[in-house]
Nanobody, 127 residues
Framework: QVDLVELGGGSVQAGGSLKLSCAAS????????MGWFRQAPGKEREGIAT???????NYAYSVKGRFTISKDNAKNSLYLQMNDLKPEDTAMYSC?????????????????????WGQGTQVTVSS
């Protein structure tokens, strides 16, 4: 079992920046593929950024060029740097992880691909 705890949410004006972090309770953080998801009220959960064991990344079109996913294996932490935030970025943001043995492909944007989830942190962007 891996516990994930997100921090860094808050309220910001459009055009501003926030950096989310996700701390994992595992000494084998390097073993996991991870992703960031978000869900706005009344909308489906949306996968927005993923990172593989080797640090390769992938982004949803809605955030590409504005958000950056990264990780620090030594700190067992995942990050999401969010720049040029827009009101439509308002949502609950959650990190997710899945076992990723050597040779495994990087996971995608479907929530069902992940089996460990954090509780989420709220991001609110005002215009």
């Amino acid at each position: 079992q891996v516990d994930l705890v997100e921090l860094g949410g808050g309220s910001v004006q459009a055009g501003g920046s926030l950096k989310l972090s996700c701390a994992a309770s595992t000494l084998r953080f390097y073993y996991y593929c991870m992703g960031w998801f978000r869900q706005a009220p009344g909308k489906e959960r949306e996968g927005i950024a993923t990172i593989g064991r080797d640090g390769s990344t992938n982004y949803a079109y809605s955030v590409k060029g504005r958000f950056t996913i990264s990780k620090d294996n030594a700190k067992n932490s995942l990050y999401l740097q969010m720049n040029d935030l827009k009101p439509e970025d308002t949502a609950m943001y959650s990190c997710a992880a899945v076992d990723c043995p050597p040779g495994s492909p990087m996971r995608g944007f479907l929530g069902q691909e992940y089996n460990h989830w954090g509780q989420g942190t709220q991001v609110t962007v005002s215009s």
